[in-house]
């Protein structure tokens, strides 16, 4: 593969194969449909779509990178995801009232069948949500308690249905 500096002679077998000759200019041939001769079954291609100077983005504005959005302006897309985040925002707070609603409708239905003292204190009004929380909060502690007292009494009954089953096998 050695090439004599001082003589033009190469010496590589595949250096002395002929090149096919090279265009000298710049730009590539465009392919053609039809050939000499030859009738192609392939339609021509379709004229590029005119430029409509009102769909180009303002020259100022920046044009986002991805495809998806490559018509939108860096300004529109933050426009649409903080639309998009109110949206979800909206969604999320409308599905805690819907739960806050029905834990106080809860409440107020076990206070009224209990007669206790709020059943009729607020009326058809809406209560606000730490009220609501503290209210559930004091049900849970009033049923932990009545359970244990429940438990404890359940014990004593088994306790008290043992000792009668030594006496009467014992008689």
């Known amino acids: ?13 595949s250096a ?27 339609p021509p291609p379709p004229p590029p779509p005119p430029f409509r100077p009102s769909e180009a983005p303002p020259a100022a504005a920046a044009v986002t990178t991805t495809a998806k959005h490559a018509h939108k302006t860096i ?17 999320y707070r409308h599905k805690l009232n819907e739960q806050f609603e029905c834990l106080q409708a809860v409440l107020k239905a076990e206070e009224s069948e209990e007669g206790g003292k709020h059943a009729q204190g607020h009326g058809g009004r809406t209560i606000n949500k730490a009220k609501v ?14 359970r244990e007292a429940l ?15 030594k006496l009467v096998r014992a008689v």
């Open 151 to 165: 438990m404890e009494e359940r014990r004593m009954l088994v306790d008290g249905l043992k000792e009668k089953e």
């Open 16 to 42: 002395r194969r002929k090149k096919p000759p090279t265009s000298t200019s710049a730009t590539p041939k465009k392919a053609t449909h039809e050939q000499p001769g030859k009738k192609s079954s392939l």
């Open 1 to 13: 593969m050695a090439v004599d500096k001082k003589k033009p002679t190469i010496t590589s077998a």
């Open 75 to 91: 300004e529109e897309y933050k426009a649409n995801m903080r639309q998009w985040h109110n949206q979800i925002g909206k969604k």
């Open 133 to 146: 929380l503290d209210m559930a909060r004091a049900r849970i502690e009033a049923l932990t308690t009545e």
